[in-house]
C-alpha cells in the first residue's frame, strides 16, 4: 500500500499494533474532545492565498533558540516508543537527525538519554523534563541530559496529576515485563520492594511519584541546575505565556498534552493566538497537538508558531518501519508544507 499521507501511517499502526499499545498511544482524556478538538480546529482555519507571487524559489529552513532545522516541524516528547519499534526512541533519534530536525525525548523513553544522544550524536535534542517529588532524581536527570549534549530543557507544566484515560484503565495498561523507564531505574526506592520495576503502577513507576506542588518559582530552581534554555510546555493562556515570560523561559509549547490531561480544553490552535499576543516576541512560541497535514504546519506558522512538533504521527511513522517509517512521515509533511506555501503565495 502506498503511504500517501499521515492517515494512511495511522490507519496502518491502528492495524498492526497490538491493541494495548494502539489504545495507549491513541487515548485522550475522559470523552476525548480536546484530543479531536485539536484536530477539527484546523478545519475551521481559511487562507486567503495570493497570486502570481513568484515561488519558484522557496526556502522552508528555520531556527530554534538560534539552531537551524531543515523545515519547522520537531517531534514532540512521547512516552514507551519501543511499544512502537523494538529500537524505540533511538530509532526516533536516527530519523530526527537524518531529517535534520529537532527531537524532544521524554523522561518516559523505553532507551536511556546515553543511547539517545550515541544513536544520532549530530542531531538536535532536547530534553522533556517531569519533575519528581524526589527532586534528586529530576536534578540528576537534568544534568546528565546537559552532560550528554543535550541543548534544551522542556519542562512539561500540565501533568501535576495523570488525566483519566479510559481505554488505559479498561485495558489495566501495563508496560510489558521486557520494556522499562530506561532513565529512571533504580530512581525509586519505593519501586525496589516489589517483584519487578513495572509493577509499581499504571506507567512504571509508584504511584504519585510526580510532584503535584511544583510552581513558577520552581522554574528559578531549574535555572540553578543547569544553563539549557528551558521551554515550558502546556500553555494555553496568556495569563500564563506572560507569567512564563516574567520567569525568564527561553520558549513556550502551546500543548494541552494531545487531550490527554484536562478534557474540555481549547484545541491548541485556538489556544495560540493570545500567547502570541501576550509575549510580543519576546521569546519563541511552537505548538504541538492535531498537526496531520502540511497546511496545518502553514496555519500554526501564520498564527504565530516558529515551529510545531507532532506526537502521535510520529509513533504512527515507528510502527510501520522504524526509523525509515518516521522519515516518511516527516518528509510528507515537508512536502506538504512547502506545496502549501506556494500554492498560498
Given at each position: 500500500?502506498?503511504?500517501?499521507?499521515?492517515?494512511?501511517?495511522?490507519?496502518?499502526?491502528?492495524?498492526?499494533?497490538?491493541?494495548?499499545?494502539?489504545?495507549?498511544?491513541?487515548?485522550?482524556?475522559?470523552?476525548?474532545?480536546?484530543r479531536?478538538?485539536?484536530?477539527?480546529?484546523?478545519?475551521?482555519?481559511?487562507?486567503?492565498p495570493?497570486?502570481?507571487?513568484?515561488?519558484?524559489?522557496?526556502?522552508?529552513?528555520?531556527?530554534?533558540?538560534?539552531?537551524?532545522?531543515?523545515?519547522?516541524?520537531?517531534?514532540?516528547?512521547t512516552?514507551?516508543?519501543?511499544?512502537?519499534?523494538?529500537?524505540?526512541?533511538?530509532?526516533?533519534?536516527?530519523?530526527?537527525?537524518?531529517?535534520?530536525?529537532?527531537?524532544?525525548?521524554?523522561?518516559?523513553s523505553?532507551?536511556?538519554?546515553?543511547?539517545?544522544?550515541?544513536?544520532?550524536?549530530?542531531?538536535?535534542?532536547?530534553?522533556?523534563?517531569?519533575?519528581?517529588?524526589n527532586?534528586?532524581?529530576?536534578?540528576?536527570?537534568?544534568?546528565?541530559?546537559?552532560?550528554?549534549?543535550?541543548?534544551g530543557?522542556?519542562?512539561?507544566?500540565?501533568?501535576?496529576?495523570?488525566g483519566?484515560?479510559?481505554?488505559d484503565?479498561?485495558?489495566?495498561?501495563?508496560l510489558?515485563?521486557?520494556?522499562?523507564?530506561?532513565?529512571?531505574?533504580?530512581?525509586?526506592?519505593?519501586?525496589?520492594?516489589s517483584?519487578s520495576?513495572?509493577d509499581?503502577?499504571?506507567?512504571?513507576?509508584?504511584?504519585?511519584?510526580?510532584?503535584?506542588?511544583?510552581?513558577?518559582?520552581?522554574?528559578?530552581?531549574?535555572?540553578?541546575?543547569?544553563?539549557?534554555?528551558?521551554?515550558?510546555?502546556?500553555?494555553?493562556?496568556?495569563?500564563?505565556?506572560?507569567?512564563?515570560?516574567?520567569?525568564?523561559?527561553?520558549?513556550?509549547i502551546v500543548?494541552?498534552?494531545?487531550?490527554?490531561?484536562l478534557?474540555?480544553?481549547?484545541?491548541?490552535?485556538?489556544?495560540?493566538?493570545?500567547?502570541?499576543?501576550?509575549?510580543?516576541?519576546?521569546?519563541?512560541?511552537y505548538?504541538?497537538?492535531g498537526?496531520?497535514?502540511?497546511?496545518?504546519?502553514?496555519?500554526?506558522?501564520?498564527?504565530?508558531?516558529?515551529?510545531?512538533?507532532?506526537g502521535?504521527?510520529?509513533?504512527?511513522?515507528?510502527?510501520?518501519?522504524g526509523?525509515?517509517?518516521?522519515?516518511?512521515?516527516?518528509r510528507?509533511?515537508?512536502?506538504?508544507?512547502?506545496?502549501?506555501?506556494?500554492?498560498?503565495?
Amino acid at each position: 500500500m502506498a503511504m500517501v499521507c499521515l492517515s494512511d501511517f495511522e490507519a496502518y499502526a491502528k492495524k498492526y499494533l497490538p491493541k494495548i499499545a494502539w489504545d495507549f498511544f491513541a487515548a485522550g482524556a475522559d470523552d476525548c474532545c480536546t484530543r479531536d478538538e485539536n484536530v477539527l480546529a484546523y478545519k475551521r482555519i481559511h487562507f486567503r492565498p495570493r497570486m502570481l507571487r513568484d515561488v519558484s524559489m522557496m526556502d522552508i529552513r528555520t531556527k530554534l533558540l538560534g539552531t537551524e532545522i531543515s523545515f519547522p516541524v520537531g517531534i514532540a516528547p512521547t512516552g514507551f516508543h519501543q511499544l512502537a519499534w523494538p529500537d524505540g526512541e533511538k530509532s526516533t533519534a536516527r530519523a530526527a537527525q537524518a531529517m535534520n530536525t529537532c527531537y524532544i525525548a521524554s523522561t518516559y523513553s523505553t532507551c536511556t538519554l546515553e543511547e539517545i544522544s550515541a544513536a544520532a550524536p549530530g542531531g538536535l535534542r532536547w530534553f522533556q523534563l517531569y519533575i519528581h517529588r524526589n527532586r534528586a532524581v529530576s536534578q540528576q536527570l537534568v544534568q546528565r541530559a546537559e552532560a550528554l549534549g543535550f541543548q534544551g530543557l522542556v519542562l512539561t507544566a500540565d501533568l501535576p496529576y495523570t488525566g483519566k484515560r479510559r481505554d488505559d484503565v479498561r485495558n489495566g495498561f501495563r508496560l510489558p515485563p521486557h520494556m522499562k523507564l530506561k532513565n529512571l531505574e533504580g530512581a525509586f526506592e519505593v519501586c525496589k520492594m516489589s517483584p519487578s520495576f513495572h509493577d509499581c503502577s499504571e506507567y512504571g513507576l509508584p504511584p504519585n511519584s510526580i510532584d503535584p506542588s511544583v510552581t513558577w518559582n520552581d522554574i528559578y530552581w531549574l535555572r540553578s541546575l543547569t544553563h539549557l534554555p528551558i521551554i515550558i510546555k502546556g500553555i494555553l493562556t496568556k495569563e500564563d505565556a506572560e507569567l512564563a515570560v516574567r520567569h525568564g523561559v527561553q520558549g513556550i509549547i502551546v500543548s494541552n498534552h494531545g487531550g490527554r490531561q484536562l478534557d474540555g480544553g481549547p484545541a491548541t490552535i485556538d489556544a495560540l493566538v493570545e500567547v502570541v499576543e501576550a509575549v510580543q516576541g519576546s521569546v519563541e512560541v511552537y505548538l504541538d497537538g492535531g498537526i496531520r497535514k502540511g497546511s496545518d504546519v502553514l496555519k500554526a506558522l501564520a498564527l504565530g508558531a516558529k515551529c510545531v512538533f507532532i506526537g502521535r504521527p510520529a509513533l504512527w511513522g515507528l510502527a510501520y518501519k522504524g526509523e525509515e517509517g518516521l522519515q516518511d512521515v516527516l518528509r510528507i509533511l515537508q512536502d506538504e508544507f512547502r506545496l502549501s506555501m506556494a500554492l498560498a503565495g
